[in-house]
């Protein structure tokens, strides 16, 4: 069984610059209303890891972060 993965976004940290939603698109989404990303799935789906890594390492606000469970 593989790691499961889950993602977290604060919302106080997250000022919209959408480079989540633009690296990761299957993962990150900004809700257009708030301005704020909104993860698209709960845990990291097989063959994403690293997509996901990417899209926390390029979030200027540091706002997106990975827990292993
Ligand atoms: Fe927000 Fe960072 Fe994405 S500021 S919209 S989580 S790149």
Do not use: M, N, Y
């Not at 993860?39 to 200027?60: F, K, M, N, Q, S």
Request: net charge negative.
């Amino acid at each position: 069984a593989g790691t499961v993965i889950r993602i977290a976004i604060d919302s106080d940290r997250c000022q919209g610059h959408a480079r989540c939603a633009v690296r990761a698109p299957e993962l990150f989404d900004v809700d257009d209303d708030q301005g704020k990303s909104i993860a698209l799935v709960d845990t990291v789906p097989p063959g994403l890891r690293e997509a996901a890594d990417e899209a926390v390492e390029t979030c200027p606000e540091r706002a997106i972060s990975l827990h292993d469970e």
